[in-house]
């Protein structure tokens, strides 16, 4: 992880390291979730580094979100977090809702972007693709900006988030840049993506050129982390596949886009590397493959699934957790928006 050991400097501002990410309670977390984020997430607070992770409610919204199911979701992801090793007494976990001062960021990163910056965004043409986008709401189509408002908030130096997200990281460097000149101050790091691991990129069990996605409108197409065993030994079961045998270098994976994802998850839940994978299961067929990788992902997955369960027993207790980590977001959080209100020019004078 050469990335994290860096210290970003902007100016003769020097940063400390400290990772934000989020993820959002929009439906269920699935694999994609889990190998491109969460299990980074607890590789990086084990690695000892300072972390604030948070379930952006405020971006789920940017869609319709029933809202009994909103809050069921935003605590079902805060027992995915714990059940998956992060530790709230270590990291700080906490709903984004909570701290208000994200929303307050976001608003003045709405006057510094450039519409321009905006319109090259691809999730937001992704998630309006074969939908009339006039439709879409104001928030989604601002929703970088209130992600770079979630990472700058905290001075964050790094962000562990799947290939997808690469993009609103890049665009928060833009930001955090053109505030630092608009207003010839170094206050704000350019923030550094961490994009590692076999599986940053899960692909959808039914259609290998589509992201694995927890609002994707077929179950089948992924594996939740509420499945339980035979569920997710038969989705892979039913994965889509092709005829062939697996071959013995990477290379022959080219151009069998559902194979290549099926052996980089195998890749990811076993630890080991593509190649290892191959060397096993060279020559083989997916009538070998598949059984496998189905008791391999049973044997990672149910030990969460079930220790999610066990913390979803006592929705309380999460919801302790989750405003205990909003306070201490919140002390972070505070002096950086206030600092932030400053440079811009507004008057702070209530006691
Ligand atoms: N398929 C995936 N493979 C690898 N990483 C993934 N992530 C999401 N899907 C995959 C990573 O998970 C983190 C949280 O993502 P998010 O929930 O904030 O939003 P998303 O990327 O839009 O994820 P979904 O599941 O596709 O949500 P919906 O369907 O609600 O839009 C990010 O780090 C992301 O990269």
Known sequence: MTDAVQTPHV???KFAPRVFSG???SGGLTLGNYLGALKRFVEMQDQGMEAIYCIVDLHAITTWQDPERLRQQTREAAAAFIAAGVDPKRSILFNQSQVSAHAELAWVFNCVTRLGWMNRMTQFKDKTAGKNAENASLGLYAYPSLMAADILLYHATHVPVGEDQKQHVELTRDIAAKFNHDYKVDFFPM???VIEGAATR???????????SKSDPSDQSRINLTDDADTIAAKIRKARTDAEVLPDLPEGLKDRPEAKNLVNIYAALSGKSVEEVLAEFAGQGFGAFKPALADLAVAVMSPITSEMQRLMA???EIDRILGDGADRADAIAQPILART???VGMIRSRR
């Not at 899960?202 to 694995?212: A, I, T, W």
């Open 314 to 316: 006592d929705p309380a």
């Open 11 to 13: 100016g003769q501002t």
């Open 202 to 212: 899960v692909m959808s069990l039914r259609d290998g050129s589509k992201k694995m």
């Open 23 to 25: 993820i959002q309670p």
């Open 191 to 193: 923030t550094l993506p």
């Open 341 to 343: 209100l400053d440079i």
